[in-house]
């Protein structure tokens, strides 16, 4: 009897470390994973801040060429379509959204130099 009781006892005690062991593992995981996951996620957040910044850029940009005829406007649209092709880079799934608004970009700033020069000096 004492023999059952003593081998039930060492049992117990493997079991109890391999518990505490696998505890000691996951709580140190926790606390080296949890920095990496909050890394991932601000990344995450700065490439999304990115795709909408583009987004919005081309917006204003095609909206500004329709009202304004200047060296402000063609900037805004150097930098809207370097956010794009950024975004483009990164997020290979905001192609379709992206490409029509270059596009469209591209045809206004196009028709707008071509009524430019067709226009007479001022």
Do not use: E, Y
Not at 18 to 31: A, D, E, K, R, S
Not at 40 to 65: E, K, M, N, P
Not at 80 to 100: D, S
């Amino acid at each position: 009897m004492h023999d059952l009781s003593t081998k039930r006892n060492q049992s117990l005690k493997k079991v109890i470390i391999i518990l505490l062991i696998t505890m000691l593992i996951l709580v140190l995981g926790f606390h080296v994973l949890l920095p990496l996951l909050g890394i991932a996620i601000v990344i995450s957040v700065g490439l999304w801040t990115v795709a909408i910044a583009a987004v919005t850029t081309l917006c204003v940009a095609g909206l500004l060429f329709f009202i304004f005829s200047g060296v402000g406007v063609i900037i805004t649209a150097i930098v809207a379509f370097v956010l794009a092709f950024l975004a483009i880079i990164l997020f290979p799934i905001l192609l379709p959204i992206l490409l029509p608004l270059l596009l469209l970009i591209a045809i206004i700033f196009i028709v707008r130099r071509k009524q430019k020069s067709a226009l007479p000096p001022d």
